[in-house]
């Protein structure tokens, strides 16, 4: 009990930040990825604001809790889920246009052929996370959701799904880290449908008043190509990419 009451209030003195000197922008990305192009894109947009940046680990779901009430200022990596932002504003134009892919084991690659074929399958997903909308809407898929990328490529070692959908950027450096490139591959089926992410902004931020600064960082980013670039050299550096 005691170690969980210190830890709150460390917690509290990073999301308290702002308050004992410069702005800071605060952000959060995946343990897994604290150096990663989410990261990457984030030091951008801070550096172009001439803002310090305070990276935060957490997974996915708790990321998105703690940045609608505030205590996060920007993310990236969001899809726009409608028209209606509530406490999420989406900086437009996007930054980046992804593909979903699937991953399956190499001995059941005849197992996942067709999008029908995903009703019969158990699907490692990221938790909250959004794919594309024939997915979204599909009541007949059994998902199973995770906090990790690691979680997921470890629940298809072990045989506890059948399948798991990712990035396909990000996937295979980890699967060729583990070791599993000879037994986890790509499925032959993959969706077409391309997905939009976007730089996006807390309304309950303490930022919100500088939403004019991030808008002009993310437009100028684009224009000069800065997101692609980061992309092209982050995964350049990768192990195995040579």
Do not use: C, W
């Amino acid at each position: 009990m005691r170690l969980y009451v210190l830890f709150f209030i460390a917690l509290l003195g990073f999301f308290s930040a702002s308050s004992i000197g410069q702005e800071v922008m605060r952000t959060s990305v995946s343990e897994e990825f604290m150096d990663g192009l989410q990261a990457k894109y984030l030091r951008n947009i801070a550096s172009h604001m001439k803002m310090k940046i305070e990276i935060f680990p957490m997974p996915f779901a708790r990321r998105l809790r703690e940045f609608r009430q505030g205590n996060l200022d920007l993310l990236v990596g969001l899809q726009r889920e409608n028209d209606q932002e509530d406490e999420v504003v989406y900086i437009n134009p996007s930054y980046e246009t992804l593909r979903h892919t699937f991953f399956i084991g190499k001995d059941n690659l005849d197992k996942l052929q067709s999008f029908n074929d995903l009703k019969k399958l158990s699907i490692g997903v990221t938790r909250h996370a959004r794919y594309f909308e024939q997915f979204n809407l599909e009541p007949d898929l059994v998902m199973v959701p995770v906090s990790t990328l690691r979680q997921k490529v470890e629940l298809l070692k072990n045989g506890r799904i059948s399948t798991f959908v990712h990035f396909q950027e990000s996937a295979l450096p980890l699967i060729n880290k583990m070791g599993l490139q000879n037994e986890i591959v790509l499925a032959d089926y993959q969706p077409i449908e391309v997905n939009n992410y976007y730089v996006t902004i807390s309304r309950n931020s303490a930022l919100i008043n500088k939403i004019h600064l991030v808008e002009t960082a993310v437009r100028e980013a684009i224009a000069n190509h800065e997101f692609a670039t980061i992309r092209r050299q982050h995964y350049a550096s990768l192990p195995g990419s040579q």
